[in-house]
């Protein structure tokens, strides 16, 4: 069975940085492209980040660009998501997924495996 954990959430002050971290036992994580999502208590699941298999891309919405940084290691079987500048409505709860299409997406329906979440809060 494929699990994907998260790490690395919490409380952080705004200004602050975070960084969050994804491992998981895809056998062929290489193959896979990884994105972030992020989601509040009665919104929609948001895109944060996405990387392709080979880290080559990388995909972000204006809302976090300049100040969220996704990448990779495929030997560790992880993918990070550095985040700095946080601002109050970046708090959610921070999931990472799996995509077989390789170079990336930003479509949450493209992912075919999601971890349990991670709660990342930013206090004013």
């Known amino acids: 069975q494929v699990q994907l954990v998260e790490s690395g959430g919490g409380l952080v002050q705004a200004g602050g940085s975070l960084r969050l971290s994804c491992t998981h036992s895809?056998?062929?994580?290489?193959?896979?492209?990884m994105g972030w999502f992020r989601q509040t208590p009665g919104k929609e699941r948001e895109f944060v980040a996405a990387?392709?298999?080979?880290?080559?891309?990388?995909y972000y919405p204006d809302s976090v660009k300049g100040r969220f940084t996704i990448s990779r290691d495929n030997a560790k079987n992880t993918v990070y998501l550095q985040m700095s500048s946080l601002k109050p409505e970046d708090t959610a709860v921070y999931y990472c997924?799996?995509?077989?299409?390789?170079?990336?997406?930003?479509?949450?329906?493209?992912?075919?495996?999601w971890g349990q979440g991670t709660q990342v809060t930013v206090s004013s």
């Open positions: 997924a799996a995509s077989g299409l390789r170079v990336g997406s930003r479509t949450q329906n493209e992912y075919e495996y």
């Open positions: 895809l056998r062929t994580f290489s193959s896979y492209a």
């Open positions: 990387i392709s298999w080979r880290g080559s891309n990388t």
